[in-house]
């Protein structure tokens, strides 16, 4: 695992999008798995910046994302076919037949979760799965005490991250925001080629520490990635302040970025 710590959030997403470009460049017809949320929304915008000015097309590549709610359309303004549209899709050149996204309507959720997992291995596999990670330590949608070879499957909520993600919902309503998802579970996420990880602000600066500093556990399903080949963590000086080995971590990830 690589950390990169940056000045800012700017500066990180930056990084990141260039790590993405590079991928997109070398392989234009690569698998990315794409996460929602606030924390990826400026590497999209750079993204978004790198299309328009020609330096990369995404017109041959093909898309999976994380998860979504289970019981919101992809119309609704808080499902994540709708948030993606918006922050990334209808910014790029990509082709919407080639963006996949979890169907939250889906009459038999365990046969939609099997498909989707079949349909990205079909597709070659993910070769780089972008990745937010919560307050809690968790990736996707695999709280706290998720198998760390947990697969594609709609999951329950805590109480903490519905209340996290009630100021979304019509004014923070907690009675608004769905308490299932579908998600890609720890062990799918974990045979990506490559994973890249954005974490920002002070507020996530316990689940970085967890996530690299702490023994992999289920308690924090983020850990898992401790024991994967191609990890990259980007995150601001305030997301890596109770970093013990932060000073190693930016010399260690700045020789390693020069090559």
């Given at each position: 695992?690589?950390?990169?710590?940056?000045?800012?959030?700017?500066?990180?997403?930056?990084?990141?999008?260039?790590?993405?470009?590079?991928?997109?460049?070398?392989?234009?017809?690569?698998?990315?798995?794409?996460?929602?949320?606030?924390?990826?929304?400026?590497?999209?915008?750079?993204?978004?910046?790198?299309?328009?000015?020609?330096?990369?097309?995404?017109?041959?590549?093909?898309?999976?994302?994380?998860?979504?709610?289970?019981?919101?359309?992809?119309?609704?303004?808080?499902?994540?076919?709708?948030?993606?549209?918006?922050?990334?899709f209808?910014?790029?050149?990509?082709q919407?037949?080639?963006?996949?996204?979890?169907?939250?309507?889906?009459?038999?959720?365990?046969?939609?979760c099997?498909?989707?997992?079949?349909?990205?291995?079909r597709?070659?596999g993910i070769d780089?799965q972008?990745?937010?990670?919560?307050?809690?330590?968790?990736i996707?949608?695999n709280?706290?005490?998720?198998s760390?070879?947990?697969?594609?499957?709609?999951?329950?909520?805590?109480?903490?991250?519905?209340?996290?993600?009630?100021?979304?919902?019509?004014?923070?309503?907690?009675?608004?925001?769905?308490?299932?998802?579908l998600?890609m579970?720890v062990?799918?996420?974990?045979?990506?080629?490559?994973i890249?990880?954005?974490?920002?602000?002070?507020?996530?600066?316990?689940?970085?520490?967890?996530m690299?500093?702490?023994?992999?556990?289920?308690?924090?399903?983020?850990?898992?990635?401790q024991?994967?080949?191609?990890?990259w963590?980007?995150?601001?000086?305030?997301?890596?302040?109770?970093?013990?080995?932060?000073?190693?971590?930016?010399?260690?990830?700045?020789?390693?970025?020069?090559?």
């Amino acid at each position: 695992m690589e950390i990169v710590i940056c000045k800012s959030k700017e500066e990180a997403s930056r990084k990141a999008a260039d790590m993405i470009a590079a991928l997109v460049k070398k392989n234009p017809k690569c698998v990315l798995g794409l996460a929602t949320g606030s924390t990826p929304v400026a590497m999209y915008s750079e993204l978004a910046k790198d299309v328009k000015a020609k330096k990369i097309s995404f017109k041959q590549v093909k898309t999976w994302n994380l998860d979504e709610y289970y019981g919101l359309a992809p119309t609704h303004d808080q499902s994540y076919r709708y948030f993606m549209n918006e922050n990334l899709f209808k910014k790029i050149d990509i082709q919407l037949k080639n963006t996949h996204v979890l169907n939250g309507l889906a009459k038999n959720p365990e046969k939609e979760c099997k498909s989707y997992e079949a349909a990205i291995k079909r597709a070659g596999g993910i070769d780089l799965q972008v990745l937010g990670i919560g307050s809690d330590g968790h990736i996707a949608f695999n709280e706290p005490g998720t198998s760390l070879k947990s697969r594609t499957s709609m999951v329950h909520l805590t109480p903490s991250t519905i209340k996290d993600n009630a100021r979304l919902f019509f004014g923070g309503n907690m009675d608004e925001v769905p308490k299932s998802a579908l998600s890609m579970g720890v062990g799918t996420i974990c045979e990506a080629k490559k994973i890249v990880l954005l974490a920002f602000g002070a507020g996530k600066a316990d689940a970085v520490k967890g996530m690299v500093e702490g023994g992999m556990s289920q308690f924090c399903t983020a850990s898992a990635l401790q024991a994967h080949n191609d990890a990259w963590v980007f995150c601001d000086e305030a997301a890596a302040s109770k970093l013990k080995l932060k000073e190693y971590y930016a010399w260690r990830s700045e020789t390693v970025l020069k090559g």
